[in-house]
């Protein structure tokens, strides 16, 4: 029996660039973390747009519970980076 197919998300945000490191240390010196598409989108609409969970989901084209699924992760994600001190890598596909 195979996977349920990923429903498409709906992004209609841009990356500002391939990445977002503290200054002075060049990327290839500081350990990396990825942020897909769908991550940084969310968190844009709920922190940023100030959307809640449901809008944000009817924007992106799935449920709540997977918003909060995603946003749960973008947010550990950042935090550490911010942190921690390391780079937060854009990725287009997860």
Known sequence: MSPRPKKQRRCEGNF????????????????????HR??????????????????????????????????TIARKKSAQALTEGYALVFVDEK
């Not at 500002?16 to 942020?35: M, N, V």
């Not at 968190?43 to 009817?58: K, N, V, W, Y």
């Open 38 to 71: 769908d991550e940084l989108e969310a968190l844009r609409l709920c922190d940023s747009e100030g959307m809640t969970q449901e809008e944000a989901g009817q924007s992106m084209g799935v449920s709540r519970g997977t918003i909060q699924r995603i946003i």
């Open 16 to 35: 500002c660039g391939r990445a977002f490191k503290p200054t002075g240390t060049p990327l290839t010196e500081l350990k990396q973390i990825s942020l």
